[in-house]
């Protein structure tokens, strides 16, 4: 199991930054974090580490490869319970990053449906989310198996963040080949459920898993949270099962490379230490 971390590790720094940055700390695999459709002045001025998904991708290749870098998965977190808009991260911005991830020879989308933000999601019984969820990802999945890549569904939201979330988002979309899941150990537990048991009962469908590890003074906002974007913490000392989700995965069929999503290097370098003391390189 190969250990590689998230593109965000300096704020108001570009791309090529971050990849320098992971790369000098003894990182080989890195991931495409933060994305976006066209432009973006954050990116064009230098103070955004955000890729376009409407670019070049063996420009984005290149960029990794000249840091000794492996892109491993592109990240395409979305708001898949409220209505369509231009200004939410949807199915037309996944199914972009699904080309971009052709192109780049990448074999992993990361998506959510993320929480609700507007007064309408909130109001969604679980089988109307369920089935607008299922519907923005239609296309997307379908694009996927066409292109050769697997769309992964993340814990980070109130689907996801369970085990018969999870199963029923599947299972509405037909359980396709295309579809499998990325394991957050921290956004699952801060959902209340138990990473390990997440682990073992779709241990043979995830694909990629992201590291975090949150304190335990956090118990009390299990279930009211979806997700965070980073552990502040090193893993092995709060409240989750690190090890525990490790001992399952470590000989699952399709878990090559995971992502530690850690902020702080002293707390990075700690957490990828503790990982390579459980067997990871």
């Given at each position: ?123 969604l ?81 995830i694909?990629?898993?992201h590291w ?7 118990e ?25 989700v ?10 090559e ?25």
């Amino acid at each position: 199991m190969k250990v590689g971390c998230f593109a965000l590790i300096d704020p108001f720094s570009t791309l090529d930054h971050q990849l320098e940055r992971i790369a000098g700390m003894g990182f080989k695999y890195a991931d495409v974090t933060d994305s976006h459709p066209g432009s973006s002045l954050g990116r064009d001025y230098g103070f955004a580490a955000t890729a376009s998904l409407d670019g070049n991708p063996l420009d984005l290749k290149r960029m990794f490869d000249k840091h000794g870098l492996t892109a491993t998965t592109v990240c395409a977190h979305a708001t898949l319970l409220d209505p369509v808009s231009p200004s939410r991260f949807g199915t037309h911005e996944i199914s972009k990053a699904i080309m971009l991830a052709a192109g780049m020879g990448v074999p992993h989308v990361i998506t959510t449906e993320g929480h609700p933000q507007t007064e309408w999601a909130d109001e969604l019984s679980f089988d109307e989310q369920v089935l607008v969820v299922a519907e923005k990802l239609y296309e997307p999945v379908r694009l996927a198996a066409d292109m050769g890549v697997k769309v992964l569904l993340e814990p980070h939201g109130p689907l996801t963040d369970t085990k018969e979330g999870l199963h029923a988002l599947m299972d509405a979309l037909g359980n396709p080949e295309s579809l499998k899941i990325n394991l957050d150990t921290g956004n699952s537990w801060l959902g209340g459920s138990d990473p390990v048991e997440l682990a073992e009962e779709f241990k043979e469908d995830i694909y990629h898993v992201h590291w975090k590890d949150l304190p335990e003074d956090m118990e009390s906002q299990r279930g009211t949270m979806w997700g965070t974007g980073m552990g502040l913490i090193p893993l092995g000392t709060g409240a989750i099962d690190v090890a525990g989700v490790y001992d399952v995965l470590k000989d699952a069929p399709h878990v090559e490379y995971t992502t530690l999503e850690v902020a702080g290097d002293e707390a990075m370098q700690q957490s990828y230490e503790y990982l390579k003391s459980l067997g990871a390189e």
